[in-house]
């Protein structure tokens, strides 16, 4: 009697958790299906998000505004935050460069700046931080923060 009680429960809850794992994968009706950064500045005619890596970080930052997203892999609220990110690319193509930056692979620059949590996105003039966010903000909080440098003299 015991065992059938728990096939009997057992089984459709297999179905549910089945189900409901699929149902997660497929993409909502109606929502832009991903595309790559490179093809999506190719077509709006922007500028893809940079790369940066250690070794050419200070060189990468050194003159203009530059919005640097700070991520890993792992990190949910920076996937949500991604494309937030390439958009601004697009959107600053010329006035300011968008760059991103894997904590895991370059944990000393994280260091450097202190990064405690991520996302964090600095924003930096000439080498120098004008402003610090932390975590998946709106995109007008970062249009503001991009803004704000770009006035700066």
């Known amino acids: ?3 059938r009680f ?25 929502a832009p299906a991903p595309v790559e950064t490179a093809t999506a500045a190719k077509r709006t005619g922007g500028a893809p998000v940079r790369v940066l890596v250690a070794e050419s970080f200070d ?4 003159s203009g505004v530059h919005l640097v997203d700070f991520w890993a892999e792992w990190c949910g609220p920076c996937h949500v935050l991604a494309p937030t990110v390439e958009k ?7 006035r300011a460069t968008v760059s991103k930056l894997d904590i895991d692979a370059h944990p000393e620059v994280a260091e450097r700046f202190a990064i405690a949590a991520i996302p964090t996105l600095i924003v930096f003039r000439d080498g120098k931080i004008v402003s610090r966010i932390l975590g998946a903000v709106p995109e007008e909080k970062l249009t503001a923060a991009i803004d704000a440098a770009l006035k700066l003299k």
């Open 59 to 62: 060189a990468g930052i050194a």
């Open 6 to 30: 728990f096939k009997w429960l057992l089984a459709p809850l297999v179905c549910l958790v089945a189900a409901a794992y699929l149902i997660a994968d497929k993409p909502k009706s109606g």
């Open 1 to 3: 009697m015991r065992k």
């Open 88 to 94: 601004l690319s697009v959107d600053y193509a010329g």
